[in-house]
């Protein structure tokens, strides 16, 4: 499948399928695309930052609204032979088309380590360059950039850089439905409201089966901080800036929790071996940002025990999203991934099952406590449901043959340069999490 993605003002390469616009355009340009992204984008920063990002900034942007819009378009099911692999040609506006086609042999393979497909990608002529504002800002002496999503893993990423004092970070958030409320509400409890910089990609498409699995969605997010990056002070007085990814270890691998399992609802944005890729794509464009991941060797459970703000995580973590299929109920399903891992946390960091006041759906906290996990409505849709039963696999395989060989090739030396042992190490324990909380539903 070929997609382009474009300002409205240029023209459609031959050949493409599917058009996203990208940046700007009236309904008339809009109208005759397949879809659009990052609309809103500019404007929302010069109202936050009163000046523009950097070129490069915004030509990593234009890549990653094009990925996304891409992965949108593009059913799996639809399109590829085993349902899942798909090839996408992409062509992507930027100011310098021969530099970026020069770092393919970066980009290809990071984009497909990302989505687990084959891409081919094209740069034209066609960079973005909005009209800086009339006014322009101060000031912006923030110290670096940190993502700030809502989800419990990046609110204590926030609680502790603001108690430990030495930086002084912008949060950014990825603005959808759902998380906006959240996420500012925990700015504001850190004391760094002024601080959130919240932008919405709000990508739309239409005419086609859209693609639900969404595994490059949190590219945008990376991208909307480097932007943000990229209009401090200190980058532009040509220092480095750190951008911070904070996520448990265990999400961050992403460890196929049996061989059958494609983790389609998962997404690969802070493995360290993208980000090992993305960091080295950042040094060959020029771009001083340094990617840190400091909890890539922590469980989600040993990242709440170890808060450096225990009282604030108390009030705060219950309020906290985690859930990979919450929906429009934005209720916590209590029986994914995401959600097993959460309420395995909860129990490490207070000992007991009914030290999560999280509400979930299947089963809720207090049908766990009374082992009611079995023989009512919601237990069996918690007992019966993938994820569960694929963990309560993963951990019976462990048993029977040990972690090293659960986790196999995941993990080598060769595939990850740095600590191999380590997440061998958080991999192990993020699963022994998972199997306490389940040893105390009776499942186990």
């Not at 739309?204 to 002070?233: K, M, N, Y």
């Not at 690969?268 to 993305?278: V, Y």
């Not at 464009?285 to 989600?300: A, C, F, S």
Request: hydrophobic letters at 40%; charged letters at 25%; proline letters at 5%.
């Amino acid at each position: 499948m070929k997609i382009a993605a474009l300002r409205p003002d240029l023209a459609t390469p031959p050949g493409v399928d599917h058009r996203i616009s990208i940046f700007e355009g009236d309904l008339g340009a809009l109208s005759r695309s397949s879809g659009y992204a990052g609309l809103s984008i500019a404007n929302e920063l010069f109202r936050w930052a009163g000046r523009s990002p950097s070129t490069l900034a915004w030509d990593f942007t234009a890549l990653a609204l094009g990925v996304v819009g891409a992965d949108r378009l593009v059913n799996r099911v639809v399109t590829s032979a085993d349902g899942w692999t798909r090839e996408i040609e992409l062509t992507v506006g930027v100011s310098d088309p021969v530099r970026w086609q020069k770092l393919n042999d970066k980009l290809v393979p990071m984009l497909s380590f990302l989505t687990g497909d084959f891409w081919l990608l094209k740069f034209v002529d066609g960079g973005y360059h909005p009209r800086p504002p009339k006014q322009l800002a101060g000031s912006r002496p923030e110290t670096c950039v940190s993502l700030l999503s809502g989800g419990l893993d990046s609110l204590i990423g926030a609680i502790d850089m603001e108690t430990a004092g030495s930086e002084k970070p912008v949060y950014v958030s990825n603005r959808v439905r759902g998380d906006v409320a959240r996420q500012e509400a925990f700015a504001n409890r850190i004391g760094a409201g002024g601080r959130l910089l919240s932008l919405n990609a709000d990508p739309r498409t239409s005419g086609v089966i859209a693609e639900i699995s969404q595994r490059p969605r949190s590219i945008v997010f990376i991208a909307f901080a480097v932007l943000a990056a990229t209009l401090l002070d200190r980058y532009n007085d040509g220092e480095v800036v750190d951008l911070h990814t904070p996520e448990n270890g265990f999400i961050s691998l992403n460890i196929p929790l049996t061989t059958m399992r494609r983790g389609s609802l998962s997404t690969r944005t802070t493995h360290p071996k993208f980000i090992e890729m993305l960091q080295g794509l950042f040094v060959e464009l020029g771009l001083k940002i340094r990617l840190r991941n400091p909890y890539q060797l922590r469980t989600k459970g040993t990242m709440m025990i170890e808060c450096r703000e225990q009282d604030l995580l108390a009030d705060l973590a219950p309020k906290s999203m985690s859930c990979g299929r919450a929906g429009r109920s934005y209720t916590h399903c209590g029986r994914c991934l995401p959600c097993l891992v959460r309420r395995s946390a909860f129990l490490k960091w207070t000992g007991r099952l009914d030290g999560d006041d999280t509400v979930y759906i299947h089963p809720k906290v207090e049908d766990v406590v009374h082992g009611r996990v079995n023989n009512d409505f919601h237990g069996k849709a918690f007992a019966e449901y993938d994820d569960v039963m694929q963990a309560l696999t993963a951990l019976d395989f462990v048993r029977r043959q040990g972690a090293r060989r659960w986790i196999g090739p995941n993990i080598s030396s060769p595939y990850l340069e740095i600590d191999a042992d380590g997440y061998r190490n958080v991999a192990a324990e993020g699963l022994n999490e998972i199997g306490d909380f389940l040893e105390l539903t009776g499942l186990r």
